[in-house]
């Protein structure tokens, strides 16, 4: 396994269970990819997810969480002062929306069968293998049933039978062809609730006016299956994950850099790492972005420039601010939105430029974890989506740039002037070198347009006992599908390269 990101993480406990021999390679000093934190003068940030969704699809792994569902999934702040608060009730949310939008609430409740629709061809198509491979079970059934189980009941773990094949209507349900802004023009008349259907394309490192509505799914997936918080921070995913791939016998390798895939013409041969040493394997799995696979590990030009003309996906900028007391109905999660939303991803996408009115997300654990931040005090990650890339290349430097952010949020309600104790910043490049997350890896999310997921790197490589996992890969961005992703490669190489004749038990002693 080149890297130690969640998928690759899934695909190395399931390959061991199976009783194969898996070794781990990290260049970093930690396993768990954007599962990262940053710590300092006792607050705690989370670096990647704020949120974790379908947690059964852990939980059906064995991997012990100590979990606490979010009531309020997020609160979105729009530029005209207006908010809109969700939370995993559909009816509840959709009376929210009549509040805010008088007469759109019954065009929410469309808009969320819809998803539940889309989701529930999704669990037979994309979210369960490729066409060639192997059907797997999904993390999930339809979010429009059984809405009230919990984490590893029925709707959150293991189905209980087979997973049916696609059926003919399935690709008609994800609308393709449709972007995502037009299946949310199709629903809202409201210019808010377009924009908070919009913002689903970030999962993605996507633009809303360029990527597939099948994105829309998500808000099936929240209001079926639960927002949940991990206790200490999403970081203890990939702790407990770390636990059980000990306990299933995997061995890892921390701060070892793979510098090659080894390879003749038909099948791969094992991996070199940075310190010269050849390690011999039938099974590669590359838990990496996609264009370094083809450009560097296994260079491939042809395959390098098919996936760059996809383009860049977007990357983040992180405002880790220490804040001095509590502000009084923060909810743990919250969106303030831009004024512009297409001039917002046009900066990112065209001018390759941080946006000049910026949508921010703030991520407050102290909200829920007290551990997260001292007494009377509050821990908040701003994240901002900015072109991948170089930051010396923004025509406001970093620090000029978190100044702009800082005074968008005070004049939309979120003033911490005199609060903060003080704000760590982490560039694109920080975040890509210093804890390999969010770097903007390269797929077809951002500029593949609506059929940008089929045209997206497949989970088999070109080469026999090659596979990837990852953002990069079908079926790509957000924790729980790349976590799929590690069980749709799982199920490949089981079917490529049957377990050896050593039992599980002896695997996982």
């Given at each position: 396994m080149v890297g130690g990101g969640v998928g690759g993480m899934v695909a190395a406990l399931l390959l061991a269970r199976d009783g194969h021999d898996v070794r781990i390679y990290e260049r970093l000093p930690r396993l768990g990819?954007?599962?990262?934190?940053?710590?300092?003068?006792?607050?705690?940030?989370s670096i990647g997810p704020s949120l974790l969704t379908l947690p059964g699809l852990f939980l059906d792994l064995g991997v012990p969480l100590d979990l606490?569902?979010?009531?309020?999934?997020?609160?979105?702040?729009?530029?005209?002062?207006?908010?809109?608060?969700?939370?995993?009730?559909?009816?509840?949310?959709?009376?929210?929306?009549?509040?805010?939008?008088?007469?759109?609430?019954?065009?929410?409740?469309?808009?969320?069968?819809?998803?539940?629709?889309?989701?529930d061809a999704s669990t037979r198509t994309f979210f369960a293998g490729p066409p060639s491979g192997p059907v797997v079970e999904p993390p999930f059934r339809s979010a429009g049933q059984r809405s009230g189980d919990r984490p590893g009941g029925p709707a959150g773990g293991r189905p209980s039978g087979p997973l049916p094949r696609p059926r003919l209507g399935d690709l008609l349900a994800v609308a393709p062809g449709r972007t995502l802004h037009a299946l949310a023009a199709r629903f809202f008349r409201d210019a808010r609730l377009r924009q908070y259907v919009d913002r689903y394309a970030t999962y993605a490192g996507s633009n809303p006016y360029r990527a597939p509505a099948a994105l829309g799914c998500v808000p099936a997936i929240e209001h079926g299956d639960g927002g949940w918080y991990v206790r200490g921070g999403l970081?203890?995913?990939?702790?407990?994950?770390?636990?059980?791939?000990?306990?299933?016998?995997?061995?890892?390798?921390?701060?070892t850099e793979i510098t090659e895939v080894i390879a003749d013409a038909e099948r791969v041969g094992g991996v070199r790492t940075a310190l010269g040493e050849a390690v011999r394997a039938d099974i590669v799995i590359v838990n990496a972005d996609a264009a370094s696979l083809y450009g560097r590990l296994l260079p491939d030009r042809a395959r390098l420039r098919r996936i760059a003309r996809l383009g860049l996906s977007s990357s983040a900028f992180l405002m880790l601010a220490a804040v001095e007391g509590r502000t009084e109905g923060l909810p743990h999660h919250s969106i303030v939105f831009s004024a512009d939303y297409r001039?917002?991803?046009?900066?990112?996408?065209?001018?390759?430029?941080?946006?000049?009115?910026?949508?921010?997300?703030?991520?407050?654990?102290?909200?829920?974890?007290?551990?997260?931040?001292?007494?009377?005090?509050?821990?908040?990650?701003?994240?901002?989506?900015?072109?991948?890339?170089?930051?010396?290349?923004?025509?406001?430097?970093?620090?000029?740039?978190?100044?702009?952010?800082?005074?968008?949020?005070?004049?939309?309600?979120?003033?911490?002037?005199?609060?903060?104790?003080?704000?760590?910043?982490?560039?694109?490049?920080?975040?890509?070198?210093?804890?390999?997350?969010?770097?903007?890896?390269?797929?077809?999310?951002?500029?593949?347009?609506?059929?940008?997921?089929?045209?997206?790197?497949?989970?088999?490589?070109?080469?026999r006992g090659l596979y990837l996992v990852g953002g990069s890969a079908h079926p790509g961005g957000g924790l729980p599908l790349v976590a799929m992703g590690g069980r749709i490669v799982a199920a490949l190489a089981r079917r490529d390269f049957p377990r050896s004749t050593r039992r599980p038990e002896e695997a996982r002693r």
């Open positions: 990819g954007k599962l990262a934190e940053h710590r300092r003068d006792g607050f705690t940030f606490l569902e979010l009531d309020e999934l997020c609160r979105y702040r729009f530029a005209d002062g207006s908010t809109l608060s969700t939370c995993r009730d559909p009816e509840r949310t959709a009376e929210a929306v009549d509040r805010l939008a008088p007469g759109e609430g019954p065009n929410w409740r469309a808009f969320h069968r819809w998803a539940a629709r889309c989701l970081p203890r995913l990939a702790d407990a994950l770390a636990a059980s791939l000990d306990k299933a016998g995997v061995e890892i390798r921390l701060e001039r917002e991803f046009g900066d990112i996408f065209d001018r390759r430029r941080p946006p000049e009115d910026p949508t921010v997300y703030i991520g407050c654990p102290a909200v829920a974890d007290a551990t997260q931040a001292p007494a009377g005090a509050e821990s908040w990650s701003m994240l901002v989506n900015v072109p991948a890339g170089d930051p010396g290349r923004w025509p406001t430097p970093p620090e000029a740039y978190a100044e702009l952010v800082l005074d968008r949020l005070a004049s939309r309600g979120h003033d911490l002037s005199g609060r903060l104790r003080f704000l760590d910043l982490l560039t694109p490049a920080d975040l890509r070198d210093r804890y390999g997350a969010w770097g903007g890896a390269i797929y077809g999310g951002a500029y593949g347009g609506p059929l940008a997921p089929f045209r997206r790197p497949g989970n088999r490589g070109p080469r």
